[in-house]
RNA sequence: GGAGAGAUGGCAGAGUGGUCGAUUGCGGCGGUCUUGAAAACCGUUGUACCGAGAGGUACCGGGGGUUCGAAUCCCUCUCUCUCCGCCA
């Protein structure tokens, strides 16, 4: 969320910045400068009122000590008329306050001056372009028939057990997740990011941090006996981990890597775009998150972009890398590369990676700081994530891309990964 | 699921109504000593908000109450730990 002391002594850039995402903040802003100065008036009077009853009961207690019980009983008269001030202020303050916290919320991160402007899909930027695009046999087929064909995913057998999307893998179908969870956790350990695992449910504080709640709690699965919120992602537990930290700066970027699967409700979703594994409830990813000094968080978004075109490159997928327009972008963050790679049979783009910078707007909520040398006070560090990556549309791209009419190539990384397997009949 | 104990600063751990943001130890930082280090000794070391500043306010798990005054008393919620039961 954004600052309230930023709020108000920038209106004029929120509204600009705002705007960007197709976002009117004017009305929100206005109440939130209104609420902030009378905010502040009613603190700094109920303080003052406070700092005087501090100095009377203090003096109460010493006529007490020194007997003259008289003049203490008439001190002690004095001070409920005082008492009733306090509460009238601080009942103002809450209710200024909680008014305050509700319409920050409703504020989303303003896009980065790189975000360019535009209203959907149609208006990303591509800013590369990579991998070839293959040639595929005659009569090739999409990757739910392919599954079916070669027993890998059992999208029936799901439904049976849960219910649409959550497809049950086999065989070698089973052996390529596990390959590609592996594969991606050895690349990121490789590239400087500390392995966790996470849990894979998070309470209410958590899911609040990273801004699940309070908006999105209808994409989230929720088990209300414990209220406890199965994550749609694993920065959520993993970004949560620094909630609340203080960290040095010397320490800075910390970059931490996470498999975990993931759940999501996907509520309003249909047609083409749920079929096969092209969107799932439950589904496998492996994240990787960073937390940034202000002044490097942007050298680390290009690391992380560099970082996932490593793998999409080794996997041999065409791919392109899209800066996503103030329309498309999501509520927290400040700039995001998507990327997609082509799925030849259903000759679409499928979004495999998101990688976002979300500058302080995380961070404000988690209080997660940083330190710099000495004792200077801590400021709020920068927070960044990036799929890398989210399985099943990789799986997708992979069985229709490397299809040939006795098998399934497995692409080079893989093979060992899969006991030196080269192709899958 | 049953029974009990507990929640205090980075950690450990005092504090049962007033001068307590909080004794002390460890750790951290700075210094003295040393060729250097260790040891020893000395000093220092929470966060947020308001305020131009001086300074003020709040925070001892969360919320509420009693009181002139609460870390301390009362109510309530949450969480953690231990033992028993069940179990991967």
Redesign the pocket.
Known sequence: MLN??FIQENPELVIERLAVKRFDACAIVEKVIALYKRR?EV??E???Q??G??????E???L??NGKVSEANS??ER??EI?DQIKNLESEFDVIDSELAQLQVLLPNLPSPLVPVGKGAEDNVIVATGGEMPVLPKGAKPHWELAAQYDLIDFELGVKITGAGFPVYKGFGARIQRALINFFLDQARENGYLEVQPPYMVNEASAFGTGQLPDKEGQMYHDSV??LYLIPTAEVPVTNIFRDV?VDAKDLPIKTTAYSACFRREAGSYGKDVRGLNRLHQFDKVEVVQIAHPDKSYDSLNDMVAYVQSLVEKLGLPYRILRLCGGDMGFTSALTYDFEVWSAAQERWLEVSSVSNFESFQATRLKL?Y?EE??A??QIAHTLNGSALALPRIVAAILENYQTTDGIRVPKVLVPYLGGCEIIR
Do not use: Y
Not at 53 to 58: C, E, I, R, T, Y
């Open positions: 309230l002391k502040n603190q700094t109920a303080e003052t406070k700092a009853m501090n100095q009377l009961s203090k109460i207690g010493q007490f000590k001190a002690k001070t409920s008492k414990d209220n203080i700081r330190r000495g004792r006070k801590p």
